[in-house]
T-cell receptor, first 116, second 112 residues
Framework: GENVEQHPSTLSVQEGDSAVIKCTYS??????FPWYKQELGKRPQLIIDIRSNVGEKKDQRIAVTLNKTAKHFSLHITETQPEDSAVYFCAASNRAGGTSYGKLTFGQGTILTVHP | DTEVTQTPKHLVMGMTNKKSLKCEQHMGHRAMYWYKQKAKKPPELMFV???????INESVPSRFSPECPNSSLLNLHLHALQPEDSALYLC???????????FGSGTQLSVL
């Protein structure tokens, strides 16, 4: 099955700095890669996702890059703010032929702390 | 309505109790999921329903029993749980082919 590794497990930055979180996956058939942000006591929220037919996607201060050859993808947050502090999870999914649902494999998470 | 609604938000139960968790979505999503999450760990998939049929059971103990009464509702029946079952239980839904998961706010379960 799919295995997703995520690094670092904790990341501490100063407000205004950039933050980068990296994930690698094992199944070359995986073709959908979402990132979730989870604040303490709240639900995971999808913040950005990328499919295997593109190499990069950006949404304001957040960007995701995908290297299919190396089987890794990264989350980049620029101009970090204290409200970016949360646990971030990457995930990978391969929609097996014919299924009408997605089975995500999550990374172990990164605790991001942005200091004012 | 773009939300997945879960009730109750908090639940405390003894090991001999029977309780149920409820999940509802009105986005027309045909896939619904139950996940279990321990603090600061990733969500772990328990069950997937697709078009109201159980499609995945990730070898979950029988003390957890899912039910999908219709395309908008998903229940998780709990019986004879153990303290180690204490966790946040998340419901999620997705359109299907588009694998974007929309999570509910979860039920924080404590088993005493």
């Amino acid at each position: 099955g799919e295995n997703v590794e995520q690094h670092p497990s904790t990341l501490s930055v100063q407000e205004g700095d950039s933050a980068v979180i990296k994930c690698t996956y094992s199944d070359s058939a995986s073709n959908y890669f979402p990132w979730y942000k989870q604040e303490l006591g709240k639900r995971p929220q999808l913040i950005i996702d990328i499919r295997s037919n593109v190499g990069e996607k950006k949404d304001q201060r957040i960007a995701v890059t995908l290297n299919k050859t190396a089987k890794h993808f990264s989350l980049h947050i620029t101009e970090t703010q204290p409200e970016d502090s949360a646990v971030y999870f990457c995930a990978a999914s391969n929609r097996a032929g014919g299924t009408s649902y997605g089975k995500l494999t999550f990374g172990q998470g990164t605790i991001l702390t942005v200091h004012p | 309505d773009t939300e997945v609604t879960q009730t109750p938000k908090h639940l405390v139960m003894g090991m001999t109790n029977k309780k149920s968790l409820k999940c509802e979505q009105h986005m027309g999503h045909r896939a619904m999921y139950w996940y279990k999450q321990k603090a600061k760990k990733p969500p772990e998939l328990m069950f997937v329903y697709s078009y109201e049929k159980l499609s995945i059971n990730e070898s979950v103990p029988s003390r957890f029993s899912p039910e999908c009464p219709n395309s908008s509702l998903l229940n998780l029946h709990l019986h004879a749980l153990q303290p180690e079952d204490s966790a946040l239980y998340l419901c999620a839904s997705s359109v299907g082919r588009d694998r974007k998961l929309f999570f509910g706010s979860g039920t924080q379960l404590s088993v005493l």
